[in-house]
């Protein structure tokens, strides 16, 4: 099923439109909603790099399109140009985010594309460029789709769930990842009860998830991130369900701050956790978890959150952006191609090489 972009349930993230990049900036929800007009890569890795789009897929496909604005005013006839200047702003926006590997997937599959192209001209080596963005940014949609669909299976109407940060459609070209059942279930008239962690320190599940869950009419409770533990002894959750930013071989997860420690909980309560995965956030290269790398963000974002000052000055900050889940602490995995349980190395290897065709 191929997904319409004009008929999905919650804003769009990434819109591109008469040769610019409409980004929803997302540091401004819930209380504005205003687009970023972006015409230059290094506006785009600027976007990235400060959190105006975030949600490794939406920041996979903001990349795509800033490759283009990279090259798309290049002289047709200086092909040497054209190609050094896809080497430098590829590097530039690759070094946005680490951690996330849909941004290096995706300038990855734009270079391998743009190669088997070499002997052609620079008009139609730019209109593949875009035409290579695009097509990710719709495989994503119908991905998510499908991860949803696979995910649904491995729940019932009636039950709880919870989510943490934002895994959602505004992470993604649609649906988003861990969010897509939710979204396919109310299609189905199912009544799911969400919880949603407010996801410290820059509260994406407050500021996101649970915006566009309660936009799309989804029964949505926020939570505090300290707070999961007893709405799950209450038995108020029987799922929890996640995104990733990268899957390692051997089934380690890196997601966002706080994930790892939802995992434990999960796992003393008797609950399953399960992680919404693309197979273009599997990275077979990456061994382990610990081979990962973890961003840091700036100390502010802890002491001076939102602008509030919360902290003594000068105190010593701790802020990396992502942990690492160990792979026996995940029920399952699931990407657009099913549902992959331990030992999951055969199974990532499997989906990915599928995706490969």
């Not at 038995?235 to 890196?254: C, F, K, L, P, S």
Request: negative net charge; charged residues 25%.
């Amino acid at each position: 099923m191929t997904v319409s972009m004009e008929k999905i349930p919650h804003p769009r993230s990434v819109i591109w439109r008469d040769d610019r990049l409409l980004l929803l900036d997302q540091r401004r929800l819930p209380t504005e909603t205003i687009y970023l007009e972006l015409t230059t890569p290094e506006e785009v890795r600027e976007a990235i790099v400060k959190l105006a789009v975030r949600g490794a897929p939406a920041i996979g496909t903001a990349a795509a399109f800033g490759m283009y604005l990279g090259v798309k005013d290049i002289p047709d006839a200086d092909a040497g140009r054209f190609w050094s200047t896809l080497r430098r702003v590829g590097e530039n926006l690759r070094s946005a985010r680490p951690t996330a590997v849909n941004l290096a997937w995706a300038l990855e599959r734009i270079r391998r594309r743009l190669e088997t192209l070499k002997e052609h001209p620079v008009s139609e080596l730019k209109a593949a460029l875009l035409a290579e963005a695009h097509a990710i940014q719709r495989e994503d949609a119908d991905m998510c789709r499908k991860i949803g669909e696979h995910l649904l299976t491995l729940l019932e109407d009636g039950m709880g769930v919870l989510t943490h940060c934002n895994a959602g459609g505004l992470a993604t070209a649609a649906y988003g990842t861990a969010l897509a059942p939710l979204y396919l279930a109310k299609e189905r008239g199912w009544h799911l009860r969400v919880f949603a962690d407010e996801t410290r320190p820059v509260l994406q599940g407050a500021r996101l998830t649970a915006y566009e869950l309660q936009q799309a009419g989804i029964d949505v409770t926020l939570i505090c991130d300290n707070m999961a533990a007893p709405v799950m002894q209450k038995g108020w959750v029987q799922a929890v369900i996640v995104g990733t930013d990268r899957v390692a071989a051997n089934g380690d997860v890196a997601n966002k701050i706080g994930t790892y420690g939802l995992a434990v909980l999960a796992k003393a309560h008797g609950i399953p956790f399960y992680v919404a995965a693309p197979t273009s956030s599997i990275d077979l290269q990456t061994p382990t978890g610990s081979d990962i790398p973890i961003e840091e963000r700036p100390a502010e974002e802890v002491t001076r959150g939102f602008g509030s000052v919360t902290a003594p000055e000068g105190v010593r900050v701790y802020n990396p952006a992502f942990d690492v889940t160990p792979a026996e602490l995940v029920t399952a995995i699931i990407t657009e191609h099913g549902v992959i349980r331990q030992p999951f190395g055969p199974g990532l290897q499997e989906a990915v090489q599928r995706s490969q065709g």
